[in-house]
């Protein structure tokens, strides 16, 4: 399974982009980046998702390097609201055990 | 639609009492997973479940029993309490094989 990692923590001015970086250098071909948060004492939630291309949502935005060994999550405008637990995930392409890491604590302040 | 439903909220035991978790989906998921996550922790995959009447181990299985008789129904069991098992649990399922997991609100379990 392709490991990943993050940052600890991170803060960030609200109204600012928030660009949360991710490593996963044992990423295989056909695995995807999967991208959750955790809003304190929360279930998880899902953000978004993208295997080489760049993705964009409603919530975010993915980029994905060209040798897929790392990844950024963007928040375009952070506000408060989005002071949480991000979770860089690489699920194995065959199986389905999925593992979290300890993930990025995002501190929006204003 | 409520989505992912655990039960109880919250729960007191003593060491050596048993108790079961109740996770109920209502989106005819395949896939369900527990996970605890202890304070200031990221989350930890307890056990697993691909389909109706299949189990399988996560990365801290030892202390926990699961069934999955029922499609909507994934349920976690602690036979005999210990404090170590103090912590909040996830419940999470998925439709298929793409991983858009949607959590339960958490249940969270004191062991005194």
């Known amino acids: 399974d392709a490991k990943t990692t993050q940052p600890t923590s991170m803060d960030c001015a609200e109204g600012r982009a928030a660009n949360l970086p991710c490593n996963h250098s044992?990423?295989?071909?056909?695995?995807?980046v999967y991208w959750y948060r955790q809003i304190h004492s929360q279930g998880p939630q899902y953000i978004i998702h993208g295997l080489k291309n760049n993705e964009t949502n409603e919530m975010a935005s993915l980029i994905i390097t060209e040798d897929r060994k790392s990844s950024t999550l963007i928040l375009p405008h952070a506000t408060l609201r989005d002071t949480a637990v991000y979770y860089c995930?690489?699920?194995?392409?065959?199986?389905?055990?999925?593992?979290f890491g300890a993930g990025t604590i995002l501190r929006v302040k204003s | 639609n409520a989505g992912v439903t655990q039960t109880p909220k919250f729960r007191v035991l003593k060491t050596g009492q048993s108790m079961t978790l109740l996770c109920a989906q209502d989106?005819?998921?395949?896939?369900m997973y527990w996970y605890r996550q202890d304070p200031g922790m990221g989350l930890r995959l307890i056990h697993y479940s691909v389909g109706e009447g299949t189990t399988a181990k996560g990365e801290v299985p030892d202390g926990y029993n699961v069934s999955r008789l029922k499609k909507q129904n994934f349920l976690l069991g602690l036979e005999s309490a210990a404090p170590s098992q103090t912590s909040v649990y996830f419940c999470?399922?998925?439709?298929?094989?793409?991983?858009?997991?949607?959590f339960g609100a958490g249940s969270r379990l004191t062991v005194l």
């Open positions: 995930i690489v699920p194995p392409e065959y199986g389905n055990k999925l593992v």
């Open positions: 999470a399922s998925k439709r298929d094989r793409a991983n858009v997991l949607t």
């Open positions: 044992t990423i295989s071909g056909n695995e995807y």
């Open positions: 989106m005819n998921h395949e896939y």
